[in-house]
Every structure is written in structure tokens, then in C-alpha cells.
């Protein structure tokens, strides 16, 4: 598939300049197809029946197979969620932390990775989103190191898997800002969790969390899908793998526009995403203070003259469609393998007007 065909997939970039796929990242046209097909079928025939139901379970294992082939993990290593928060919530409930017990994390999390910190036993040590920082703020007390693949304000990427083998510490990678935009592998990391809706333009509310070793993780919140076969009074037989984490059901119409979604990536995505982001930094960087990580990622921060607020919404009444990140005085770009240079130099041109 060449990039000019790519593009024509995703109706939104004949007008807009979508450069927020860190948010949410554009539909295509036969993802929507797949989901408005099953909708309407649904309306027609309804959604009951063991057929129905059969139909679905089956999905489910396709979607598994395809996200665990994503990041280089087995399907029974993956659990279906609903987003990358239900994701880290399994995880800090199953790993039964006590008062006393210290989770390193950094100062540049999102709070869907925070809130589940806050919401532990466990006390919280924030450093700074550098690997040595990490490493000496671990103590005998650590029992997790929980951060992001890709820091979500500066693009930033972390050598988690290097953390992981250093540290000896069990490691929770949000992969909220990594899985689709840049090369992610599941190895060397205890948990990492996936976003269906951002870099891999999937439909709203879809995620999974990869478990290294499911016999590490408690099951906390069991879900119909993740028994086997359960009693009256509530005791169950739970899946044998990372199925016992699944948090709920996906309809038939989201499965199918995932498998859809991750079905149409072209071989070129990682590398044609890569080169947008560079791109975008060497137009940028005359006009605006940028964000310049050591390892950047395909997200493109950058400190504006003006209020970050009123950018944004300059750009978004121009076309041009890009995120404030509140409380941190920064623009962000999402480059993804959509991305064209007529984008970028769109963003570039309204910033300069």
C-alpha cells in the first residue's frame, strides 16, 4: 500500500491536519464500516443467541492473537481491557501491595497510570522520567517500577526492559503512547498495557494488558469472561492464562473494527511515523522552544510565546488538530504513519502567522 493510498483511508485528513492521535487516532473508513455493518445488523436480528454469543468469543481470540503478535507476546500473556487505565488498575490490585511497600514512578505520568498509584496501599516515589533516577530511587522496599514506554508530555522513550534487568523490580510499562507509534516489545517487562484507540486507530474504549507470568497477578475483579465454570456461592474456576484478567465485553462490531484497524497498519507505519516526527521537529524548532528528549518518540512537545491554550485553539480553527497539556505550559503533535508533510507544514504556518 503506497502512503497516498494510506492517507485515503481516513476521510478526516482531506480537511484536517490530524496531528492528536496521542488522544485518539483517526478513523478509517473500514473500521467504521465494520463497526456500523454490526450495529446494524444487531438492530436487525438482535444480539442474543448461542450463535451470537459463539461468534464473539471467537473474535475475542482473533483481536488476542493479533495485539499479543503486535508486541511480540503469546495470546495466553493477553488479557482484553477497556482501556489502559482498567489495564494498570488489574494490575496494582493484583499484586496485593501492603502499607510499607514503595512503587517508583516519575513525575511525567498521566493520571491513568497515577490514579491507580494513589489508589495502593503502597508509597508512591516520584522521580524525574530518567533511567539513572529511576534505578537509585530503588529500594529493598520497591516492589514495582511503574512508568511509561513513551512519557506521554515529552515523547520521551524509556529503556524499561534495561530497568527491569537492572533494578531486579517487577515493571509496569503504560504503553498508552508506544504500542503502534514506535516498535514496543512485551519482553523484559512484567506488564504492559495497550491502547486501542490511540496509535493503532481502533475503536473507542479498547485495550489489553499483557501479563509476562499470569500467576503473579492476583484476580481482584473476575469478570464472566475470566472463569471457567463458577459456584453459588461465587467461588470459580479461573481461566489458565491471561484471559482470567479480562475486564468485560467487547460487541462483536468493536472486534471486528480492531482486527480491521490492526489489519490495515501498512509494513511502513514505524518507519514512515519516525521520519514525520523528525520532520516536524526541524520545522518547528525555528518557531517555538522544543521538547527535545535524548530518545524522542513520534510525539513532538513544544513550549509556545503564547498561551498553549489559545494555540491549540488557533490551530484547531484552522485545521489543525493538536493537544494542550495542562498544568505543563506545552503543545503536543501526534505524528503518526498517516501523517503527511503538508500537515506539518500546516501546523508550522499557522504558528508562524
Known sequence: MRFEEARALFPVLESVAYLN?????????PVAAALTEAIERDLASGRSGLPYFEETVGLRAEVRRELAALVGASPEQVALTTSTTDACGIV??????????????????????L???????ASVVVVPPDPDRI????????????????IWTTGAVLPLAELRARSGVPVLADGAQSVGAVPTTAAGVDFLTISGQ???CGPDSTGALVVADPDTLAVTS????????????GSFEAQPDARR????????????????????RPAWAYERAAEAAAHCRALLEPHV????????STLVSFRPEETPADVVARLHAAGVHVRELPGRGLVRASCGWWTSDDDLERLVAVLAA
Open 222 to 233: 473476575p469478570s464472566y469472561f475470566g472463569q471457567l465454570r463458577h459456584e453459588p456461592d
Open 245 to 264: 484478567f479480562d475486564s468485560g465485553w467487547w460487541s462483536a462490531g468493536v472486534l471486528r473494527g480492531m482486527l480491521t484497524a490492526i489489519e490495515l
Open 135 to 150: 534505578l537509585r530511587a530503588v529500594t529493598s522496599r520497591t516492589r514495582l517500577i511503574a512508568t511509561s514506554q513513551v
Open 21 to 29: 492521535a496521542g488522544t485518539f487516532g483517526p478513523l478509517a473508513r
Open 198 to 200: 490511540k496509535w493503532l
Open 115 to 121: 490514579g491507580t498509584l494513589g489508589a495502593s496501599p
Open 289 to 296: 522552544e522544543l521538547v527535545t528528549p535524548p530518545v524522542a
Open 92 to 113: 496494582l490490585r493484583g499484586l496485593a501491595l501492603e502499607p510499607g511497600d514503595e512503587i517508583v514512578t516519575t513525575t511525567d505520568e498521566h493520571f491513568g497510570l
